[in-house]
């Protein structure tokens, strides 16, 4: 279970940090990421980190923005979002990646409106 946190409603050019908190029932993971889909849109990748080596994928829609870090030892990802944008608006998915298959979080909303 991926259990999500840091939803809200937030200006442009503010910031907001999401996390992600992955239970002990999910074992072996390789990799973990935020995923979010816009009212209307397709689901968009966002970032994700690598466990074992800390490698990093950004869309290059939030890159120089967002930055995503992880804690081992609580299974946990962040993703913290700067100079946001109206077009950030989206429910943001974590993502949790074993050699066995891929878990979801139930999803977090971010808002970013004047």
């Known amino acids: 279970q991926l259990v999500e946190s840091g939803r809200g409603l937030v200006q442009p050019g503010g910031s907001l940090r999401l996390s992600c908190a992955a239970s002990?029932?999910?074992?072996?993971?390789?990799?973990l990421g935020w995923y979010r889909q816009a009212p209307g849109k397709e689901p968009e990748g966002v970032s994700c980190?690598?466990?074992?080596?800390?490698?990093?994928f950004y869309a290059d829609s939030v890159k120089g923005r967002f930055t995503i870090s992880r804690d081992n030892a609580k299974n946990t990802v962040y993703l913290q979002m700067n100079s946001l944008k109206f077009e950030d608006t989206a429910v943001y998915y974590c993502?949790?990646?074993?050699?066995?298959?891929?878990?979801w979080g139930q999803g977090t909303l971010v808002t970013v409106s004047s």
């Open positions: 002990g029932y999910i074992f072996s993971i390789n990799a």
């Open positions: 993502n949790a990646v074993t050699s066995t298959r891929g878990y």
């Open positions: 980190i690598s466990i074992d080596d800390g490698m990093i």
